[in-house]
């Protein structure tokens, strides 16, 4: 797997808070990657350490197997901050502002600008535009210049459910583009829509990190012994949910794609004429009571 970000022990510190504490994470190409956390965990600090905007106290980084360098920040596209534009400039004489700042030629504006949803707007001024519409522009500009990652700090804040949902489209059809996309937010609902991958971060520290759909499941696995345990583990692989089957002493464990539950399972190996010694449903329960409270400031 190419490595896009990987982080090394990065710490930060504003006095006696530990914004990022002893952070290390890899992120790689192609993943729709999550930094999920509550307000106040190190998101904004942690993306602004490696967009070279902040400096790190220890640690280090590399962007795409290398030190950071001119030449790396090039393939990088960020939203950051609020927009900011020319308010009394349309749309495209903004972007056309923006390819002047970073030394980009014209050409790509009306893809991004059809990219974002934008494309009928070019000629409006930024100053009639919605904030959804304008955070669509702040894309778009960072969609300049074709880079190989866009990363957007909480891209939904603060828009209508319809600007949220724009949104998100539009960071899935770029993803679909084959550009790796790194995402900070303290949305449970958000990450799990569009992420693929995951790291759970509260006080500076991952608590957790990995595929969404492993890491935000609501239960790890489903735990399942019958007396014999090869026959077992043949007919539970032909279930269609069923996504890895390890073996734990007399015990497998059952990791499925989506939610099912252990009546299903128990259904299931009924019907094949298995009857099961053990069943139970393992929680984890430091994961799911840190993700019930992100789900509650959603
Ligand atoms: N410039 C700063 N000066 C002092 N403290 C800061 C500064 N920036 C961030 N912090 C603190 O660092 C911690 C992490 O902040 P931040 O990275 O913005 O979190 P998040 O983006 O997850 O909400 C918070 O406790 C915040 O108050
Ligand atoms: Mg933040």
């Known amino acids: ?18 914004a990022v504490d002893k952070l290390s994470m890899n992120i790689h190409k192609g ?19 490696v967009l070279d905007l902040i400096k790190a106290d220890h640690g280090s980084f590399q962007w795409f197997g290398n030190v950071p360098s001119k030449e790396t920040r090039k393939r990088i596209g960020s939203v950051i901050e609020s ?10 004489k903004n972007l056309e502002i923006v390819a002047e700042i970073k030394d980009l030629s014209y050409d790509d504006i009306p893809t991004v600008l059809k ?3 934008l494309y009928d707007r070019m000629n409006s001024k930024f100053r009639t535009f919605s904030f959804g519409m304008k955070q669509r522009l702040a894309v778009a500009s960072a969609l300049l210049g074709d880079p190989d990652v866009l990363i957007l700090d909480e891209p ?9 949902a724009q949104i998100r489209e539009i960071i899935l059809r770029v993803a679909g583009e084959g550009i790796t996309i790194i995402l900070a937010s303290h949305l449970l609902d958000e990450v799990q829509k569009i992420c693929s991958h995951v790291a759970v971060l509260n006080k500076g520290k991952i608590l957790f990190d990995g595929e969404v759909s492993e ?10 012994s019958a007396d014999n345990l090869e ?14 089957i390890a073996k734990s002493n007399d015990k497998l464990l059952l990791y499925f794609k989506t ?29 799911k009571h840190f993700l019930e409270l992100l789900a509650q400031e959603s």
């Open 259 to 287: 939610l099912v539950k252990p009546q299903e399972i128990n259904q299931f190996l009924f019907s094949k004429g298995i009857t099961v010694s053990h069943l139970m449903e393992r929680k984890r329960s430091l994961e």
């Open 83 to 92: 927009p900011n534009f020319f308010p009394y400039l349309s749309a495209q």
């Open 31 to 49: 993943q729709v990657f999550g930094i999920l956390g509550p307000n106040g965990s190190g998101k904004t600090t942690t993306l602004s350490i």
């Open 115 to 117: 990219m974002t949803g």
């Open 231 to 244: 026959l077992l583990g043949k007919v539970m692989s032909e279930y269609p949910q069923c996504k890895s």
């Open 156 to 164: 939904t804040n603060g828009l209508d459910p319809q600007g949220i």
């Open 1 to 18: 797997m190419d490595t896009l970000l990987s982080l090394h022990e990065i710490s930060k510190n504003y006095g006696k808070i530990h």
């Open 215 to 224: 890491v935000l499941a609501e239960a790890d696995c489903i735990e399942v």
